[in-house]
């Protein structure tokens, strides 16, 4: 991190404003930044160029640089790779047959095909976003529709779709998904279910200690995967020094829910965005903040229309800004787009990207709670975690405490994927199992699909076996077996799935997304992705015993030498897929090769 | 860091390797590790920079847990590190052996062949080939184009260094990493190259490239150098410590030494790159002595020698003594100027000695002197980083000072606030929280409408002032009537910026003032530097870390050459000639008795030699016909004289009125010490022998003394060389503040700031502590500073203002870096009229017209470049180019107390030449 662009930046684009939002501005005017563009705005504000170059090509919108007349994103998370027919990477074929242009082109007509992972759609896909629309694209007409469109000018005729949302059982508890069968998206409904009644209790009658002091009693940990004390992050940045004397501290809602296969913070903000301001708000209240950040990516745009309606409605309402409710309580929220960068989920990256630098990761100490944003204590907060907040503190945390399963406190929400017969987003409370969530509560598989493996927490999960599935969702007793409990989106491969294929791709997610800072994962992500695909590749001698030591020493020093999780732990779905299913690597050895294992000829 | 309440930082007990180490809570592992003598390799760390945590070579194992990095992973309280093991190697092996998979295998092509980092780790880990089959590598073109820095990205690494190195130390922000992942790579500007990017070529990014990613042409061309010297750089007066690669006799390369005190391990394109003047086929090789026929012919030393000495004894013999004069140069050493001024007071018998700060920091030392008792700066230059607000008049040290300009902004990017007075938008103008852009030459009433303010307002330090101050009443009603609005009046400046000014500097907790030669060049220079220091006073601005005043000194030993006493008033130390205690001890130390009568200054010696009554004159090393102003008035005083002696590396214009000229040396072929701008006296060492045929400057003074008889205790013995600690221990002995100062202390310690006053007194960062001053009364005088209008106004005939000063790739006259590689650089081809884009379309100029400049004493044409770095209704134009000598448009006005010229302020006209055809600019230096 480059502190001196920071000051450069405040000092000429005025306090707090970056190279970042001016970028996206001139990208949601005309879908690419070019070169002109760049060069003007550095010298308008008299800004480095390169500076400002460089911050715009770190990420996949601002990367462009030239308009294009239709923009289509297939979208290839696990999920929607693992979807019916063939899932993404077909689609992607196919419409590169039918639009005449490769991915990551564009074509004679204007027409650029990409990738982006993921849509949040998991329950639905193989889906796509077009010029800005998520459509889902699964069975039906869509995809005719699609290249009818993108060729001919046709209506498109397709909505963005809606998940599919399963309340909890009555008698069973709903603590985030209490609202979602209200109207609760405009303010006036809001309030009438008796969201902001915590916050106004809070400020009226709670100092900030206490309202920290319910979030240790519930033991939440953090919902965006490291599963950390939330009570002590904020206690943390409450009482961490602030050298210069300005009191200036951060709180900032992680909503880059980038992980393939989830969708619960999206539907989190999408059906109840006024539990998650008032969440925010609480949060900043606990740590005395004055400026609270939500960053929410691109490609969830609903959730960002409706999350700006509700930030300007609760501000009209005096819930937001100076003097809050009426107490001397004053807090800005801002709402950041995130610009398609999977790297800027980490909270370091993310607070780069705050910062207008190029959101590279940042080595930890410090930590972001006592030197994060511009070098400020800041709270980073996962948006699931945050909408727990209303509720602790209206029940108290030994309430919310009373629930969950050994050192994993509370419910959390889990998003499946189309491979079970009911796809869709589910509370459940943590030390359930996977079998329970996947068979019971999920109907178990779709029809004609046979289980082969699950992975929980994203890409950099570990692939867990039908052995594993009495294990109960739990940060610690996942961990033990080889899994995480990450954010918690669950990604069920079938029988007709590859896992050395979904392998490959991981670690080829993991050479895209990297931030190219460390050594490991951005050389590392790129060998492997190569190993994977001579190992892939009968011409080019598929797997051999110098590959697969190969393999593992990469894995070693990407999971050992990284700076952070995507590095680290790109590794262990390929370590857990080796150790549980050793079978899937075997099958890519020719039969003629040396060194095989005698099982595997006999 | 952490302390204790004593104030110290909290020891951490570790041990590295099963040795106990301790170390300051906060310290890094690899900190740790190293002061117990381990170490671990490193691809992406430089002690010149934040821990990055890149490369992740430098992992450690600690007890109980997974490895961590050491560069950036802070120490805890009785952790056990391993630097080496197994595991370690293991992973350092699988590392490298990534990098290496996108790297060219060519290393005994490659000109970083054995001091490369990334070498270096794959030997020490063992790594032949690596194992990845076909990699998918990057190629990108290798790129010769740029004079300095040649690039090889193919053999990047994507360590950073050099982003970092333009970021946090040199602070131009050129390069960037751009994209993300594998294919990050790095750029300049808009990905358009160096040049295009407006890049300063300071050469650091190339300094700190692991590899040879990012090279320079003198290892290409040369090889490997055999020999390193640490010396110290001949530009400007930051003083940098450079270490000089030498094969062969030749100067390989430049590189910043990263243990130098002043620089810090930094240069700027000059120190670092424009070198190869020393070796320029044009040097003065032989003593060339005048013929009848207004030629030169060469001559041997000997017969040029016995030549020269007779001829200075006759004249000396015939018209007395007053008749000679010399000019020393702040150029040459301390040893060398010290023996000058002792040649011309024990020799010839006169103190009609003087150097170049006559025309540059005279006001300074004068006034700083007369108000606080000693006449160099107050504070180090790090002191930036414990100032709250720099005040910057006068001054564009990005250009001129490159190095302590970086400083300077990145203590500004730190929080340091700035403001800028100065007529020009200058890069610290842009960053400053204010710029006063006042116009040239009312330098005065700004500084006294913002002593105005301070008073008015309360904001005095009046326990300060009951303790260490003289003078507050009369200053209090001399500043009565100068209100911002009747300062804005003359300025120009919004009297409310000057109201902010004021408030700002009254407020602040350690202020302190900068100065460059808009101060002391723009009219009445030393009131201008006595308003400074009175406001210091007055708010108690004084004697504390990143509280005080100074000037930044313009040339390498500008400072040293004053403080040896090259003065015409003054022994060394600064001792007045005419004070009996000083004269004492020079009587008993030289054996004579010292001239009497204060002698001449530069501008009377030219008026003198007019005047017929100076005859004869020694020059060393100071180009007087390009860098005085008024250059008529000059060259008419040379050609005026009966023998004029001058001592140089190449025939200047100064030279070709020689009756003699005497082949001197340049900074790499001598020994001695310099004095920067924050009063460091640094070692100068030989990195190669004289080039044949010349003689290093105090070999010459010297060998001319004995020739006129007198022994000036400067060698051993008749025939040897010059011994330059020799001369130092004379000058330690003659100079109170410089009593502890020895070649062996300087040596061993790096530098000594004076005053040092003995053997066991460790230097002085910070004069004045506490408040105490260096006047014999021990005061701080403040002195009131009456307003007075410059000697040249602008009129109908000559309406616009002209304001001269430096830019980064020329020194003054540009005799040394003209003849560099540095002229390849676009940036650095011509000389320009810079001019604001709104006078130049009312005068119908247009960008790269050829225009006329016109003043009251002479014209010169130059290319017209429309810039908004000038401000309407002033002009500029540097003065580094001998086909545009600009000063022949500069004045004769002089600072009332000094006599330093007024440069700054200089009325002209412009006419556009109709366009001729034009031939095309040749960017070779001036022939001889």
């Avoid at chain 1, 709180?251 to 999408?270: F, M, Q, R, T």
């Avoid at chain 2, 000109?111 to 270096?120: M, S, Y």
């Avoid at chain 2, 076909?134 to 950073?160: Q, W, Y």
């Avoid at chain 2, 030279?655 to 000229?661: G, I, N, Q, Y």
């Amino acid at each position: 991190m480059s502190d001196n662009l920071i000051a450069l930046q405040n000092r000429f684009l005025g306090l707090g404003t970056t190279v970042y939002d001016k970028l996206a501005v001139i990208h949601e005017a005309k879908g690419c930044v070019e070169d002109a563009d760049i060069q003007a705005l550095a010298s308008q504000f008299n800004l480095p160029l390169a500076h400002v170059r460089a911050t715009a090509k770190f990420y996949e919108e601002t990367g462009h640089s030239a308009p294009a007349r239709h923009v289509v994103k297939v979208c290839n998370g696990e999920a929607c790779r693992a979807a019916p027919d063939g899932g993404c990477d077909a689609l992607a074929r196919r419409l590169s047959a039918a639009l005449n242009v490769g991915v990551s082109e564009t074509s004679a007509e204007g027409t650029r095909l990409e990738h982006v992972a993921c849509l949040g759609y998991c329950g639905l896909g193989p889906n796509v976003m077009v010029n800005g629309l998520p459509v889902s694209v699964a069975g039906s007409d869509a995809e005719a529709r699609l290249v009818a469109h993108l060729r001919d000018g046709a209506d498109l005729g397709l909505e963005e779709p809606r998940n599919a949302v399963h309340l909890p059982a009555a008698g069973e508890p709903c603590i985030l998904l209490r609202h979602f069968g209200g109207d609760v998206v405009a303010l006036e409904g809001a309030r009438r279910a008796g969201i902001y009644r915590s916050l106004e209790r809070a400020l009226k009658e709670m100092t900030p200690d206490e309202v920290i002091g319910e979030v240790e009693r519930s033991g939440l940990r953090g919902r965006g995967g490291a599963g950390f004390p939330s009570g002590l992050k904020l206690r943390t940045v409450a009482e961490a020094p602030i050298p210069d004397g300005s009191g200036q501290r951060y709180v900032v809602d992680n909503c880059d829910e980038g992980d393939a296969g989830s969708y619960i913070d999206k539907e989190l903000v999408e059906r109840d965005p006024h539990t998650q301001l008032e969440g925010l708000l609480l949060a900043a209240y606990a740590c005395g903040a004055r400026d609270a950040y939500i960053y929410l990516r691109f490609e969830y745009p609903r959730a960002h229309r409706i999350l700006a309606r509700a930030i300007e409605e609760a501000r009209e309402a005096g819930l937001i800004g100076e003097g809050i409710l009426g107490t001397d309580f004053s807090c800005q929220v801002h709402l950041v787009k995130g610009q398609g960068a999977y790297i800027c989920g980490e909270e370091t990256s993310l607070l780069r990207s705050l910062e207008g630098v190029p959101a590279l990761v940042s080595f930890k100490p410090p930590y972001p709670a006592m030197q994060g944003l511009r070098g400020y204590p800041t709270a980073v907060n996962n948006t699931e975690t945050l909408h727990n907040l209303p509720w602790i503190v209206e029940h108290g945390g030994e309430a919310w405490a009373a629930l969950g399963h050994d050192r994993s406190r509370g419910t959390k929400l889990v998003s499946l994927n189309t491979a079970v017969a009911r796809p869709g987003l589910y509370e459940v409370e943590l030390g359930v199992t996977l079998r329970e969530i996947l068979f019971e509560r999920a109907g178990g598989m779709a029809e004609g699909k046979a289980f082969k493996a699950v992975q929980v927490g994203g890409p950099l999960g570990g692939i867990l076996s039908e052995a594993h599935l009495d294990t109960p969702l739990d940060f610690e007793a996942l961990d033990q077996v080889g899994g995480i409990l990450g954010h918690a989106g669950i990604v069920v491969y079938t029988e007709e799935h590859d896992l050395v294929e979904i392998c490959r791709g991981l670690m080829a997610f993991c050479a895209v997304e990297s931030c190219g800072k460390c050594f490991p994962c951005r050389i590392g992500s790129v060998r492997g992705t190569e190993l994977f695909d001579q190992m892939l590749d009968p011409a080019r001698g598929g797997v051999t015993d110098e590959r697969l030591a190969l393999l593992d020493d990469l894995c070693e020093a990407m999971k050992l030498g990284s700076l952070c999780a995507l590095g680290t732990m790109t590794p262990l779905p390929i370590e857990t897929m080796r150790r549980h299913f050793p079978e899937e690597l075997e099958r890519h050895r020719l039969p003629s090769a040396g060194g095989a294992t005698p099982e595997v000829r006999a | 860091m952490i302390t204790t309440a004593q104030g110290l930082p909290v020891p951490v007990n570790v041990t590295v390797n099963g040795a106990r180490v301790s170390v300051p809570r906060g310290s890094t592992v690899l900190t740790a590790l190293r002061a117990a003598g381990g170490n671990v390799p490193t691809l992406c760390y430089s002690d010149r920079m934040k821990p990055y945590g890149a490369c992740r070579t430098c992992l450690v194992e600690v007890e109980g847990r997974r490895p961590v990095a050491s560069c950036h992973t802070p120490v805890a309280e009785g952790a056990a590190y391993r630097t080496h093991s197994p595991l370690l190697t293991r992973l350092r092996r699988n590392i490298t052996e990534l990098i290496v998979s996108d790297h060219p295998l060519e290393c005994l092509d490659c000109t970083a062949n054995g001091r490369c980092e990334l070498q270096d780790l794959a030997q020490e880990v063992g790594l032949r080939t690596p194992r990845y089959e076909n990699p998918r590598v990057h190629t990108p073109p290798r790129d010769d184009s740029h004079p300095f820095i040649k690039l090889e990205m193919d053999k990047c690494i994507g360590c950073a260094l050099c982003v970092r190195a333009c970021d946090e130390v040199q602070g131009s922000f050129i390069l960037a990493m751009e994209g993300r992942g594998y294919d990050t790579r790095v750029i300049a500007g808009n990905d358009t190259g160096f040049e295009e990017a407006r890049c300063v070529s300071c050469g650091q990014c190339v300094f700190e490239c692991p590899v040879a990613a990012l090279e320079e042409p003198g290892t290409r061309l040369f090889g490997r150098p055999d020999t390193q010297v640490t010396t110290t750089c001949s530009y400007c007066g930051v003083g940098c410590s450079l270490n000089v690669n030498v094969k062969d006799g030749q100067v390989v390369n430049i590189e910043p030494n990263r243990a130098g005190s002043a620089n810090l391990g930094h240069t700027c394109v000059k120190g670092r790159f424009a070198h190869q003047f020393a070796h320029a086929d044009d040097r003065l090789t032989s003593p060339l002595i005048r013929t009848d026929d207004g030629g030169f012919r060469e001559a041997s030393w000997e017969e040029t020698l016995e030549f020269v000495s007779t001829r200075f004894a006759a004249i000396r013999d015939r018209h007395g003594p007053d008749a000679f004069a010399s000019i020393s140069s702040s150029r040459c050493t301390n040893e060398e100027n010290f023996l000058m001024q002792k040649f011309a007071r024990v020799v010839m018998g006169t103190n009609s000695i003087d150097n170049c700060s006559r025309v540059c920091h005279s006001p300074s030392a004068y006034g700083l002197g007369e108000a606080l008792g000693t006449g160099a700066g107050t504070n180090p230059f790090e002191d930036v980083f414990h100032s709250d607000l720099i005040v910057l008049v006068g001054a564009n040290p990005t250009e001129a000072h490159p190095v302590f300009g970086s400083r300077i902004k990145q203590a500004v990017l730190k929080g340091c606030r700035l403001i800028v007075l100065d007529p020009r938008n200058t890069e610290l103008a842009y960053l400053a929280d204010l710029h006063l852009p006042l116009r040239p030459g009312s330098n005065v009433a700004v500084m006294n409408a913002m002593q105005h303010v301070l008073i008015e307002e309360g904001f005095l330090d009046a326990e300060f002032m009951a303790r260490h101050a003289l003078g507050f009443e009369e200053v209090r009603a001399e500043m009565e009537a100068c209100t911002p609005e009747w300062a804005a009046e003359i300025s120009g400046v919004d009297p409310e910026l000057i109201r902010q000014a004021a408030r700002m500097y009254g407020r602040a907790r350690a202020a302190q003032f900068l100065w460059g030669l808009g101060v002391t060049e723009a009219g009445h220079g030393s009131n201008t530097v006595f308003g400074m220091i009175n406001m210091a006073i007055m708010t108690g601005n004084l004697g504390r870390p990143g509280a005080g005043t100074s000037p930044i000194r313009g040339q390498n030993n500008v400072q040293g050459a004053s403080d040896v006493g090259a003065l015409p008033n003054v022994f060394s130390d600064y001792r007045s000639v005419t004070d009996p205690a000083a004269r004492a001890a020079h009587r008993a130390r030289w054996g004579v008795e010292p001239p009497a009568n204060v002698g001449l200054r530069i501008p009377d010696m030219f008026d003198a030699a007019l005047a017929g009554t100076l005859k004869g004159m020694y020059i060393l090393a100071e180009d007087v016909a390009q860098s005085d102003p008024n250059t008529h008035h000059v060259t008419a005083a040379l050609s005026a004289l009966e023998f004029l002696v001058v001592q140089e590396i190449f025939m200047t214009p100064t030279a070709e009125f020689a009756h003699v000229v005497l082949p001197g040396t340049t900074f790499l072929e001598k020994s001695g010490t310099f004095v920067n701008s924050d009063r460091r006296i640094q070692r100068v060492r030989r990195a190669i022998a004289p080039i044949a045929g010349t003689r290093t400057d105090g070999d010459i003074v010297n060998d001319l003394a004995r020739r006129m008889g007198v022994d000036l205790a400067a060698d051993d013995g008749p025939g040897t060389p010059m011994n330059p600690g020799k001369v130092m221990d004379e000058i330690a002995a003659l100079s109170p503040k410089w009593g502890g100062v020895s070649y062996e202390r300087l040596d061993q310690e790096g530098f000594l700031q004076w005053p040092c006053w003995d053997a066991a007194h460790p230097g002085t960062p910070v004069v004045h502590l506490g408040g105490e001053t260096l006047r014999p009364d021990g005061k701080a005088r403040l002195t009131p500073t009456p307003w007075q209008e410059p000697g040249e106004l602008p009129d109908e005939e000559y309406p616009v203002m002209l304001t001269t000063g430096r830019q980064l790739f020329h020194y003054n006259v540009g005799t040394m870096t003209r003849r560099t590689d540095i002229v390849q650089l676009d940036q650095a081809k011509e000389e320009t009229l810079r001019i604001h884009p709104r006078d130049a379309r009312r005068q119908g100029i247009r960008h790269g017209d050829r225009v006329n400049v016109v003043s009251r004493r002479g014209s010169v044409e130059v290319r017209a470049e429309l810039t908004k770095a000038t401000n309407p209704g002033t002009v500029f134009m540097t003065f580094h180019f001998p086909e545009s000598r600009t000063n022949i448009l500069t004045g004769e006005a002089v600072d009332e107390f000094t006599g330093c010229p007024e440069y700054k302020v200089c009325a002209v006209r412009l006419e556009k030449v109709e366009p001729a055809p034009a031939p095309a600019h040749d960017p070779a230096p001036a022939p001889a």
